[in-house]
């Protein structure tokens, strides 16, 4: 792909691509908006207006408390199901429940448990926060008898296998890590990590939030122990869906959750005054979930298994490609760096750019603006921008505009009418 | 009321009832269905069609990740100052988080770190499993070093003051008691049991599931430290709507809670790799919540605001003990028992009933019969028939009509013609 590349070749690939048909599955009210942002927040399938609507009217409106016979109860299996086909896992290893860092909270205080005379948690510096903040809080609660310790990375971008492996020995209890970073992109390869986790006789805890749906994961051929992962970014579940956990089946007998709950409990309707685990995975159940939130998941889920993820991502890749070429020719003459792996096999599906204007610069490009595109993508803390690739709804031509958009931004200085000062949520 | 109430004299309250319109607010699509299970799962409100409505099509179909900044991070607190209208609480001491069993885990594990020279949790027989579950996970995680005490109850129906004083004392942590209990809808004096346990220099943790929204609950006059609640029952919030948390205001800074998530962090958005918990309530906070659910809820709750816990409890007493009449006059004779206590000020806002074929007999209500309502109540293992009274759209010519078919179908022996097998719900 060449640096000329023009907005009427961006076109004839969006013409060309054989998942384009996809898009319209999805609500586009504000056709000149381009949405970068599916890696935090997948757009509305179409399917999803109709399965709310029913959850509310049909079953919280006319069945009531009959509804939980009817579907509710069973719907985070079911939906791990469909989920565990998009993560390479089996069908009876993934469910929903509760949220990325409560699921990570449960996996990780049972790793620790099946791995008593281990001290030494590994993760790495470009890890999410919040994945941090649930493994201190763990940490702390079990006395402060863990040490945390986190692989850095040297370029701010990738973190260097050597280096990881050197970190992870026998007094070694978990690793966990982020499949893709949550700011880089920076892919893991899974197969690879797990097998130096495993030859060192530790459990690995992959989260999977910014690569299910957008990257091929092979839990099962892996071998990988456990995950979990959003369903609301490019599984395109909504707003806050509640998350999957994975757990290989040869563990989940062997493994115990310290949130006890009664939809974990062997027989939920028993009412029994003690806990007794189920003998599956629904023992990594804790609450009654959150229906509506729940069953508007399903469609993203359904959307990204027609597409498949093979198919999903070559085109990110293809995608991404273009980012990158245009981002040399017009980005990084003005100051713009690129933030992320430069090899797509290192490379989840978003792109992050560098500038120490970032802010105000993500700022501007949301600015509703005559004559310019609304682009949405989203600021990290302290210099990145975002470029999120949803290749079930991102057309070449939307990648093209957001790169034109930014020169012009840059270019002009137009991001300076706009005030540093950083709200809550960017 | 005599105990020859008849169906008109039902009417006639009805027609004279000050709360009869709110009914009118709600969803009410099949008028032939008698509904008194408000207290597992309230009414659709007609708003909250709209609000849901909104928040998939506007919310997340046009503002997309936008839509965080326009409403839904501020949704936990604005949700819970109202809510706290609803419990007696000040606007700051409230927010809606994850789930009740989450909630619970968190305050009962900051409450424990407070007190850390006492082993000893108080609770009751009668407190809901998944309560009773969720400390003995806590318990577990943290070494088995404390001792889970629970204070039986001597008719299976009430707890006796004493016997709960008999069983705080100085090495008491943490008190953790349904404020009205699942099945036999005891009601605890929330004031004298919270000053009992002060006295011994424990905290107190009620969980309102129960009685938010149904029954007055005074947490800061009583001066309580500590509550969880779900919104989906009295307060209509939507089938596993989120639950809400109460911390009183002195002890927010005080607890710390072990579940750290980037929402509880001092400044979310700063993207930090150590955790600095929020220096205010915030800091119980821990996941993105799943929005759909969350936003469905507010109508509910202000539906509650808008009738008043006062008025609400007014009629829920009058409902409650038409309902008794009618037993005792029907049910007791065909051998239905009161499993609920008799005196109003012990009881919450729905009515257990006992019988040994209590499974069938509340099957045959469910069955759409000819001539007959369909009741909808539900069953607690293993003998009970619960009879929800939800003030807000609960007819006191439904409670007739429920009573009436009760004793039809137990006289009749109408449900032997089902099986005694029990599916997964009930």
Redesign the interface.
């Known amino acids: 792909m060449s640096a000329s590349c023009d907005l009427a070749e961006a076109r004839r690939l969006d013409a060309a691509d054989e998942l384009a048909p996809l898009r319209e599955r999805f609500?586009l009210?504000?056709r000149d908006v381009v949405?970068l942002?599916g890696n935090?927040?997948g757009?509305?399938p179409r399917a999803?207006?109709t399965a709310?609507?029913r959850a509310?009217?049909e079953?919280?409106?006319?069945r009531?408390?009959?509804?939980?016979?009817e579907g509710?109860?069973d719907a985070p299996r079911s939906l791990g199901e469909k989920i565990a086909g998009v993560v390479g896992a089996r069908a009876d290893e993934v469910l929903v429940a509760?949220?990325?860092?409560?699921d990570l909270?449960k996996l990780a205080?049972a790793a620790l448990a099946a791995r008593p005379g281990r001290r030494r948690i590994v993760t790495d510096?470009l890890n999410f926060?919040?994945d941090?903040?649930?493994l201190?809080?763990?940490v702390?609660?079990?006395?402060d008898r863990h040490e945390l310790v986190?692989v850095p990375s040297r370029d701010g971008v990738t973190i260097a296998e050597v280096d990881l492996a050197a970190a992870v020995d026998a007094t070694t209890a978990l690793v966990v890590l982020s499949h893709v970073s949550f700011i880089s992109a920076f892919l893991y390869d899974l197969a690879r990590v797990t097998e130096l986790v495993h030859h060192c006789g530790a459990l690995v805890l992959w989260d999977l939030s910014h690569s299910a749906g957008a990257v091929p994961v092979e839990l099962e051929s892996s071998g990988a122990d456990l995950a979990v992962g959003c369903t609301?970014k490019y599984l395109n579940g909504?707003?806050?869906?509640?998350a999957f956990l994975y757990v290989r089946r040869d563990l989940q007998r062997e493994l115990e959750q310290?949130?006890?709950?009664?939809l974990?409990?062997a027989e939920?309707?028993?009412?029994?005054?003690?806990?007794r685990p189920a003998p599956d995975l629904k023992r990594f159940c804790?609450?009654?979930?959150?229906?509506?939130?729940?069953l508007?998941m399903e469609p993203g889920v359904d959307l990204v298994l027609e597409a498949g993820v093979d198919r999903l991502r070559t085109k990110s890749v293809e995608q991404s490609e273009l980012l990158l070429t245009l981002a040399d020719a017009w980005l990084a003459p003005v100051g713009v760096e690129l933030a992320s792996p430069r090899d797509p096999e290192q490379r989840g599906s978003h792109v992050a750019l560098r500038h120490p204007e970032a802010w105000r610069i993500n700022r501007a490009l949301?600015e509703p603006t005559p004559g310019a595109p609304t682009v949405?993508a989203?600021f990290?803390?302290p210099d990145a921008i975002r470029l999120g690739i949803a290749p079930l709804y991102t057309t070449f031509q939307e990648v093209w505009l957001a790169a034109d958009r930014l020169r012009q931004v840059v270019a002009s200085r137009e991001y300076e009418r706009f005030s540093a000062e950083?709200?809550?949520?960017?």
Request: aromatic residues 14%.
């Open positions: 609500v009210d504000e949405y942002a935090s927040l757009r509305l999803a207006v709310t609507e509310v009217r079953g919280w409106g006319r009531l408390i009959r509804g939980w016979n509710w109860i509760e949220t990325t860092s409560i909270f205080a510096a926060p919040s941090l903040y649930v201190q809080g763990l702390r609660l079990l006395g986190s609301y909504g707003p806050g869906a509640p310290p949130l006890f709950g009664w974990g409990h939920p309707f028993a009412f029994e005054a003690a806990y804790v609450s009654t979930p959150p229906v509506l939130s729940l508007a949301l949405i989203d990290r803390a950083r709200p809550l949520v960017t």
